[in-house]
């Protein structure tokens, strides 16, 4: 077993499925079986996903929207799918805790970093909504911060592309997948893997960030076994 603990990192996207927009409830499912996998193994999992499925700040902003209610709106979006993947999560026996950034003690436990860490100890799926709390910065960014702040070994972006490439693979045939690369050269060649706060805060603390297609079943368990699927980001 190649991690203890990780930080699964999902976009909000992920969700749809093959839906425009809103929550696929057979993709949520999929995911719940992958966790589980992962968790019988005794690793401890932590969650944090986008919203941009239901809600995205930045593009209501540049529609004439006040971004900081935009991106307030953004984290609320996050809390529902937190709900809906914890919900998943216990459909399928996977003991699941959802923390929130912001107070809503209705449906979450606000977030405190010891019990966060006591939940992942006793084998429960941690899944943190809100983003950090905060307006301005994305889900990269608070997965970045909730990794650290919960001693992860790793980052995992769940997308659906198998890896990082030199270009999109989607638009250019002959971009060529990175299997290992450094924080430095994914910055000088100008490579999205996260927003630049995210990134930066993950180089900063040596934490490493593996980009792998979440979309096909098996591929979870097989990145936190050490397998070579994706592309590993390190120093």
């Known amino acids: 077993m190649q991690y203890k603990r990780i930080l699964l990192k999902l976009s909000g996207e992920a969700l749809m499925g093959d839906r425009t927009h809103g929550i696929d409830p057979q993709r949520l499912a999929a995911y719940a079986q992958d966790i589980k996998e992962i968790v019988a193994l005794g690793i401890e999992v932590a969650i944090v996903i986008g ?16 971004r900081v209610q935009g991106d307030y709106m953004g984290m609320l979006a996050t809390c529902i799918n937190g709900l809906a993947l914890q919900s998943a999560l216990e459909d399928a026996e996977v003991p699941t805790r959802l923390q929130t950034a912001l107070k809503i003690e209705a449906v979450a436990e606000p977030y405190i970093k010891r019990r966060a860490v006591r939940h992942l100890e006793k084998g429960r799926v941690v899944i943190f909504g809100a983003g950090t709390g905060n307006p301005f910065f994305t889900t990269d960014s608070a997965a970045v911060l909730r990794a650290i702040e919960v001693s992860a070994d ?32 994914v910055l000088s060649k100008g490579l999205k893997v996260m927003d630049m706060t995210a990134f930066t805060l993950s180089q900063e603390n040596e934490l490493p960030i593996i980009v792998f297609d979440m979309n096909k079943p098996g591929n979870l368990k097989k990145v ?12």
Request: glycine residues 14%; charged residues 25%; aromatic residues 6%.
């Open 51 to 66: 919203g941009g499925n239901i809600f995205r700040g930045v593009a209501a902003a540049s529609n004439g929207m006040d």
């Open 154 to 185: 790793v980052i995992l972006k769940g997308t659906r592309v198998d890896g990082i490439y030199s270009a999109d693979p989607e638009k250019d045939k002959s971009a060529e997948k990175f299997e290992n690369i450094s924080f430095n050269d």
């Open 224 to 235: 936190v076994m050490g397998e070579p699927i994706g592309t590993l980001v390190n120093l």
